[in-house]
């Protein structure tokens, strides 16, 4: 059975840092690009961070840049998201998928089931 999990969510202070982790099961992990993505109450799905399965290269929202690190293990099938100096505009569920671009998610994609972040005082 396929899984993608999300772990790591929680409650931090302004100026904390958390790391989020995506556990894959069940397929090809490392065929995959990894995008990890925020949604806030209210609004649009963000996309955050991606990493190609080719060559390991990365990029990051404006938003997030400098801030936050994605990084992915291919042996464990894990991705991780690294947020430091977190502000509370972070605050968000934060998924990961099989994807980079959320247009691009197709029948053979995997999306998990996301973790909630928090950022407050």
């Given at each position: 059975q396929e899984q993608f999990v999300e772990s790591g969510g929680g409650l931090v202070q302004p100026g904390g840092s958390l790391r989020l982790s995506c556990e894959a099961s069940g397929f090809t992990f490392h065929h995959y690009a990894i995008g990890w993505f925020r949604q806030a109450p209210g609004k649009e799905r963000e996309g955050v961070a991606c990493i190609t399965s080719t060559d390991g290269s990365t990029r990051y929202a404006d938003s997030v840049k400098g801030r936050f690190t994605i990084s992915r293990d291919?042996?464990?099938s894990?991705?991780?998201l690294q947020?430091?100096?977190l502000k509370p505009e972070d605050t968000a569920v934060y998924s990961c998928a099989t994807v980079c671009d959320?247009?691009?998610f197709g029948p053979y994609d995997y999306w998990g089931q996301g973790t909630e972040v928090t950022v407050s005082s």
């Open positions: 291919n042996a464990k894990a991705a991780y947020m430091n100096n959320y247009n691009d």
